[in-house]
């Protein structure tokens, strides 16, 4: 395992004495990468530039993915592996945004904001932004999970039925 931790240390030392705004987004881009390296070595068998009997395949560089957060954009170097395939734990597939900022855009949808000052909220977090058309597949998950659940049936002897048109 590669020894990280010059790195924190300074990181830490930025954060105390420097007072800098990307201390958060740099710990959590330090952490999320120290995670997918210990994911990446379990899976291979062995550590990085470690040789063992037990290894099953070797890295091969990495891949660069951008993940939107809540403490902003973070760019992530995606481990790759020569013989299979590595995706990480705390990813969703297909997915560059995290499951709280998807909840985000979802509560903005649910109380009636456009999709213009939803882009303009997530630009306030510190994201890049959101394209109208990934607001609305977005929101279309939202949809589809209020859909099932109207239409769910209903297994049990009920004594009162309450209905609340809105």
């Not at 990307?22 to 068998?45: C, H, I, N």
């Not at 062995?46 to 902003?72: A, K, P, Q």
Request: proline share 3%; net charge neutral; glycine share 8%.
């Amino acid at each position: 395992m590669v020894n990280n931790r010059m790195p924190l240390l300074e990181l830490i030392h930025k954060a105390g004495m420097e007072r800098d705004v990307d201390f958060l987004r740099e710990g959590v881009r330090a952490l999320a990468q120290a995670l997918m390296e210990l994911e990446v070595s379990e899976k291979t068998g062995g550590g990085r530039y470690e040789r063992s009997e037990s290894r099953t395949t070797s890295r091969n560089g990495y891949r660069e993915r951008s993940w939107d957060t809540r403490v902003g954009t973070i760019d992530l170097q995606i481990p790759k592996l020569r013989q299979g395939s590595y995706f990480p734990s705390l990813l969703e597939p297909r997915r560059r945004a995290e499951r709280a900022l998807v909840s985000v855009v979802q509560e903005a949808y649910v109380h009636g904001v456009s999709t213009r000052k939803v882009d303009e909220l997530v630009r306030a977090l510190g994201i890049g932004g959101v394209s109208k058309s990934e607001v609305s597949r977005i929101c279309s998950e939202l949809d589809e999970e209020v859909e099932r659940f109207r239409n769910r049936p209903l297994e049990s002897a009920y004594l009162y039925l309450w209905l609340d048109a809105t």
